[in-house]
């Protein structure tokens, strides 16, 4: 019978106790509560998605249609999370069990980190557990996969040092090194874009310091440790573009940069009702997003000051003895100064009646001198949110109160354990306050299934395409589609709307984001005519920050005033009542259109074509109907109806003279009757955009035959901004005609520096006639 081994079984109690303390302090606790909902729901939403596909599937098809949608931070989070809804997990413990499988790995690496600096076991896991409740993790785990990419910085460290210790290391463990770290690398960029960046800084600091410092070592860098670096790097970049897509995004201007970067202040004293040590010392501050630049993400996640003040005092002990030390200051005084942003801020507050969270650099004590980097070094220039990188900060004065405890005397090690309690002590947030959010977020999940997945899904039919209206930053759209079996134009998240639009059909591009007026009517019954969508949702809760909060702050149960406060200054997010409120014109007249059904419900309306027109001989029978009210001459700017009913894809909303097409357009007119025996000639009365002699104008149009080919088009070129008829002939014996608009010369006002105005802009539509041949 094995002998019993008393102190390995203190270290594993000790390594389970930081463990348990990381996953309650942070939130992770499945079938009790989860970190977050709102970002929650997004990932759920791709991990439903990943679930109901192949087990390799990387692309969620069940929103963002029709591009495949790819997961631009998290994917590694989301993955695993399909595997637990796979094994039945209900999806708030689905999340909560992947979140807090990769909170483990970083604690495990963060102990592996402080063991690598000489660390033993049981002080390496009260540093581990000291790092993974830093409140640049737990406050952050309402962005999800930042929270977990800054838990794996200490990881992703070790992996490097692993990499880079060419004294020791046979050839394979240094091939084994190497693969972990390329590993790190591609897990690293789609976990978040962020940490990638502090990774690969880290790294080639700890690169430069080797071979700095040992020129030796010069031929082994170059030979193993180099390749491993740019492989690492660049292969998860390519990795990574060719998965989204695309390489890069719209960049974020300098007043980003200045709005979201460090404060001083905020580092060395605390936001008012995060952590209950200092609100009972009274060493804290009230803030918010009225005073300050930024949001609220910038000043309650940075306060760093018993690590700072204890990290500096370890590196001017061991400096001497340890050349660590200094690799260690570097990287924290590169993540400190890139934190800054452009413009150094001490206590800057918005100037009187400036509003927003954007900062001009007026407002900043005086320039730090990385604008260049921010502004043109790629890489850099996606780190908008300059104060995330604090992390990197924070990871190297971490590291040197590890140096400093590993090189402590044996009789002083209950000094360290003090230490360390203190720094776990000092960033613990009010827990009791925590506890309650992060079961009210487990519950509230559950009550969107129950008040708006049960009820949409019984009316809407699995496979269905829907389109949520108005679009915009759609989380409720990633949670939802996959649940109901439907397929949603709408998606979650900046970049991926980006993509998805651009292949949206036209009647779906005229729609702008978070609008809906009447004039969208039109565009409403067309996507449906043209059977783009087969239904569309008008969601009575806002379909970003319900997700966050549910149904809207004023409504919400349970909540600590802290999360509570979060929200309250932010006057678009509408309770279910207003929003429906003020929905009830629109939703009105699209309930008096004779083509279309509307379906309200309490959270919710669904538009629909009414049956008798869902088929494809009904939706030709509603565009005849639509046709029979046009008549002749038509005013295409003043009947608005009619031209509405005429006017296809690639025309812009109407104006007080003007209905621009863009550079082609599509339109479908009724023939008179009389024209059917004998033929007419077609009037159309336009005028191009921008026409001068010295820039002629060409415009076309022709009659699209059945088959969908334009032949014979009448053209004329025009030089001034008169109104011109351009006279098309008729065939004979057909009742209606669909026309091609064709100016290959279209522009927009901003091109031309005419105004800020970028629509293409190609001829404007004044009216029809027809003339008996």
């Known amino acids: 019978m094995p002998r019993f081994d008393r102190k390995a079984a203190f270290m594993m109690l000790i390594l389970t106790t930081g463990a348990l303390w990381t996953l309650l302090v942070n939130g992770a606790v499945p079938f009790f509560g989860m970190p977050t909902m709102g970002q929650a729901a997004s990932v759920m939403g791709y991990a439903q998605a990943f679930a109901d596909q192949h087990w390799y599937s990387l692309h969620a098809r069940s929103f963002g249609y029709p591009v495949p949608t790819a997961l631009a931070t998290g994917l590694p ?180 940069f200045r709005g979201w970067a460090l404060d001083l202040t905020f580092l060395i004293k605390p936001s008012q009702g995060e952590f209950w040590l200092w609100d009972w010392l009274g060493w804290s501050r009230a803030r918010s997003d009225s005073v300050f630049f930024g949001d609220a993400s910038v000043w309650i996640t940075t306060f760093a000051l018993p690590l700072s003040f204890i ?106 354990t003090a230490v360390y309690v203190l720094l776990i002590v000092s960033s613990m947030p009010h827990l009791v306050d925590m506890s309650r959010d992060y079961r009210n977020y487990r519950r509230d999940l559950a009550t969107i299934d129950r008040e708006v997945a049960a009820p949409l899904a019984a009316r809407i039919s699995v496979g269905s395409k829907v389109f949520f209206m108005p679009f915009g930053n759609d989380v409720m759209a990633n949670y939802l589609s996959p649940r109901l079996g439907v397929i949603a134009y709408n998606v979650g998240g900046d970049k991926q709307i980006e993509i998805a639009r651009d292949r949206w059909p036209p009647n779906l591009q005229k729609f702008a984001m978070n609008r809906f007026g009447l004039g969208d009517l039109p565009a409403i019954r067309a996507t449906l005519l043209d059977h783009e969508v087969d239904a569309v949702i008008i969601p009575y809760f806002d379909s970003l920050w319900a997700a966050h909060l549910w149904p809207c702050v004023a409504e919400a149960k349970g909540y600590s005033a802290l999360t509570l406060a979060l929200f309250d200054t932010n006057r678009s997010f509408l309770c279910p009542a207003q929003i429906k409120a003020a929905y009830a014109g629109n939703v009105e007249a699209l309930r008096k259109d004779a083509l279309l059904s509307v379906d309200e419900q309490p959270l919710f309306s669904i538009v629909t074509l009414k049956p008798m027109y869902a088929s494809e001989a009904g ?129 927009s006002p901003a091109a031309l520096g005419m105004s800020v105005d970028s629509r293409v802009l190609g001829a404007s539509l004044r009216g029809i006639d027809f003339r008996q041949q």
């Open 77 to 256: 989070l989301a993955w695993l999370a399909g595997w637990f809804v796979r094994l039945g997990l209900q999806a708030s413990d689905a999340y909560a069990a992947a979140d807090a499988l990769w909170l483990i790995v970083g604690y495990v690496g963060a102990h592996r980190f402080a063991r690598a600096l000489g660390a033993k076991s049981g002080m390496a896991a009260l540093a581990a557990a000291a790092w993974m409740t830093l409140p640049m993790i737990w406050a952050h785990q309402s962005y999800s996969s930042l929270a977990l990419g800054m838990a794996l910085l200490p990881l992703y460290l070790s992996s490097a040092l692993a990499l880079f210790d060419l004294s020791t290391a046979s050839f394979r463990r240094q091939g084994c090194a190497a693969a972990i770290f390329v590993a790190l690398c591609v897990i690293a960029l789609f976990m978040d874009g962020y940490t990638f960046m502090m990774f690969a800084v880290a790294s080639a600091i700890l690169l430069a310091f080797r071979f700095i410092a040992s020129p030796v070592s010069w031929p082994g860098i170059a030979r193993g440790v180099l390749p491993a670096y740019l492989v690492g790097f660049g292969g998860a970049y390519l990795l990574y573009t060719g998965y989204m897509g695309q390489s890069a995004f719209s960049p974020a201007p300098l007043d980003f």
């Open 311 to 416: 990290g500096l005092g370890c590196f001017l002990a061991v400096r001497k003895h340890d050349r660590r030390a200094w690799l260690l200051l570097v990287v924290a005084l590169f993540g400190l100064y890139m934190s800054l942003g452009p413009s150094l801020k001490i206590g800057a507050v918005k100037p009187d009646g400036a509003s927003g969270p954007f900062m001009q650099a007026e407002a900043g004590l005086m320039p730090t001198g990385n604008a260049f980097v921010s502004e043109h070094i790629p890489g850099f220039r996606a780190m908008r949110a300059a104060y995330r990188w604090e992390a990197l900060f924070l990871l190297g004065m971490w590291g040197l109160v590890v140096l400093g405890a590993a090189r402590a005397r044996p009789r002083h090690g209950w000094v360290w």
């Open 619 to 747: 939706r030709r029978e509603a565009r005849a109907k639509l046709l029979s009210g046009v008549h002749y001459p038509l005013d295409i700017v003043n009947d608005v109806e009619a031209a509405d009913a005429v006017l296809g894809n690639g025309w812009h909303d109407k104006e007080p003279v003007n209905r621009w097409s863009g550079a082609s357009a599509d339109l479908t007119i009724p023939v008179p009757a009389e024209c059917k025996q004998g033929g007419c000639t077609a009037e159309f009365h336009l005028l191009a955009f921008a026409a001068t002699p010295q820039r002629p104008v060409s415009v076309s149009l022709a009659i699209v035959d059945v088959s969908g080919v334009s032949a014979s088009p009448v053209s004329a070129t025009m030089l001034d901004d008169a109104v011109h008829t351009l006279a098309v002939p008729v065939p004979e014996g057909r009742s209606v005609v669909t026309l091609h608009v064709d100016v290959p010369a279209a522009t």
